[in-house]
């Protein structure tokens, strides 16, 4: 049984186990629903004719979890990088400034493809709606041993 002498031993307990789950039982979850969203608002939002979809974006595995700068969550982001960048924020920002060349298709007019596809937002308010991260993080913590309501 793990002994816990101080208030600062007990936060630092708390703390590595919040961010072992954030990192594993519940990131995993987010990733495929993340994946999802992309699936959805980003492909969902038309069908390409200047060029052909790879679906790259809506694959889990190319989703990375990473801790926020104070320790207290996690940051999911594609890592699917293209000529103009990371494809998702050149999607979540749309228009020909995140396009560049690229926003224009062969006839010179503005493509549909530069539209904003907010996948991103789309899927912070759907957490923030659903309160699912808080969900499978209370979960995780039970399975922990901590008394979570």
């Given at each position: 049984?793990?002994?816990i ?5 007990l936060?630092s307990v ?13 990131g ?12 959805t608002?980003?492909?969902g ?13 809506n ?5 990375a ?10 940051e ?6 293209g ?26 007019r ?28 209370k ?5 922990r ?5």
């Amino acid at each position: 049984m793990m002994r816990i002498r101080t208030f600062k031993g007990l936060e630092s307990v708390i703390q590595q186990n919040v961010q072992e789950a954030l990192q594993n039982e519940v990131g995993d979850v987010l990733k495929g629903k993340l994946a999802k969203t992309f699936d959805t608002v980003a492909y969902g939002a038309y069908d390409p004719v200047e060029y052909e979809r790879n679906d790259d974006l809506n694959k889990p595995e190319n989703i990375a979890i990473t801790p926020t700068r104070d320790g207290s969550g996690i940051e999911l982001r594609n890592t699917i990088e293209g000529e103009n960048g990371n494809i998702a924020d050149v999607l979540e920002q749309g228009g020909v400034e995140a396009w560049g060349e690229k926003a224009f298709d062969r006839a010179g007019r503005i493509g549909e493809w530069t539209e904003e596809r907010p996948t991103y937002k789309t899927f912070a308010d759907e957490l923030r709606n659903t309160g699912l991260h808080m969900s499978l993080l209370k979960s995780a913590l039970r399975k922990r041993g901590f008394n979570i309501k």
